[in-house]
């Protein structure tokens, strides 16, 4: 069975400096991967998605995310950080019978 | 396009009874799936519909339910709530494609006393 593992419950950064969520997933095919944005009391915000082709991916809100399938990992970055970005962040990964399994999530705390 | 639409926002029960929660998906979007969104156990998946049968089902007791109309909005039941059932209940939908990106609801937060 699929599963993602998000490591870090919660990161707290400064705003202006960089950013790397990470995600390691488990699933036997090739996975398609996605990572969500949570604001308080608010449904998901699809940031990107991978499913095949190039590693790197490009995200909306300036985040990219890349696909390592030697590491089994699809981690969210963003180069400076704006303190509207302060929410949870989910990485999902799709099976074949179109269930998304997520991961805990980890919560962004952006100090100014 | 307008998003997925879900109704009510809030809701309040007690125990014992029953509650039916409505999705709008994104249009032309035929596929809608439900999650279950607690701190405890965080995001599951409830069930999928897509024209009007239910494709998929997640690890839920049969007190929740759901159905899709031909107009593919979607509504779920849970009958006989438990304290337990208190929880942001997640609708997506998703067009028929081999990647089938789900996009998500506003969600409606359930509290039950």
């Known amino acids: 069975a699929q599963s993602v593992t998000q490591p870090d419950i919660h990161i707290t950064v400064s705003e202006g400096a960089s950013l790397e969520l990470r995600c390691n997933y488990s699933y036997g095919a090739t996975p398609y991967l996605f990572w969500y944005v949570q604001s308080p009391g608010q449904g998901l915000q699809l940031l990107l998605k991978?499913?095949?082709?190039?590693?790197l991916v490009q995200g909306i809100k300036g985040f990219e995310a890349e696909f390592k399938r030697s590491q089994s990992s699809f981690n969210l970055r963003k180069p400076s950080v704006h303190w509207s970005d302060a929410a949870e962040y989910f990485c999902a990964v799709k099976s074949t019978a179109s269930k998304l399994t997520f991961g805990t999530g980890t919560r962004l705390q952006v100090t100014l | 396009k307008a998003g997925v639409t879900q109704t009510p926002r809030y809701l309040i029960k007690t125990r014992g009874q029953q509650v039916t929660l409505s999705c709008s998906p994104i249009?032309?979007?035929?596929?809608v799936s439900w999650y279950q969104q607690t701190p405890g156990q965080g995001l599951q998946f409830l069930f999928e519909?897509?024209?009007?049968?239910?494709?998929n089902k997640g690890n839920f007791p049969g007190r929740f339910s759901g159905r899709q109309f031909s107009n593919s909005r979607s509504e779920m039941n849970v009958s006989t709530l438990e304290l337990g059932d208190s929880a942001l209940y997640l609708c997506a939908s998703s067009q028929v494609t081999a990647e089938e990106t789900q996009y998500f609801g506003p969600g409606t937060r359930l509290l039950v006393l």
């Open positions: 991978y499913f095949s082709g190039d590693t």
């Open positions: 519909y897509f024209s009007e049968t239910q494709r």
């Open positions: 249009s032309g979007h035929r596929s």
